[in-house]
């Protein structure tokens, strides 16, 4: 069983910044992608930040130049350094991994919990 444990949310004011973080834990064979969504109350989730196996990035329009993901392979981490934080970037903070369980390409789509990141003044 893959699990995804989220921190690093909080509050915090306009212009500040914040890291989350994404331990990947259990058996895994390989991992595909990385990527940081978010959902605001109301709003559907959306994509903030992906990460192939590779190291190629993209990014949401609304935080690029503001955000950046990064990941730790030997230590299965995921982050999402957040900078210039916006009340807009208001969201529960979700990680998600995928890739494979074994050599004979069970797949696994794991979510994290959530981590709550609030911009206020």
């Known amino acids: 069983q893959v699990q995804l444990v989220e921190s690093g949310g909080g509050l915090v004011q306009p212009g500040g910044s914040l890291r989350l973080s994404c331990a990947v834990s259990?058996?895994?064979?390989?991992?595909?992608?990385m990527g940081w969504y978010r959902q605001a109350p109301g709003k559907q989730r959306e994509l903030v930040a992906h990460i192939s196996s590779g190291g190629k990035t993209n990014y949401l329009d609304s935080v690029k130049g503001r955000f950046a993901i990064s990941k730790d392979n030997a230590k299965r981490m995921v982050y999402l350094q957040m900078n210039s934080l916006k009340l807009e970037d208001t969201a529960v903070y979700y990680c998600?991994?995928?890739?494979?369980?074994?050599?004979?390409?069970?797949?696994?789509?794991?979510w994290g919990q959530g981590t709550q990141v609030t911009v206020s003044s």
């Open positions: 259990g058996s895994i064979f390989s991992i595909n992608a």
């Open positions: 998600n991994v995928n890739g494979l369980l074994d050599p004979t390409s069970r797949a696994f789509d794991s």
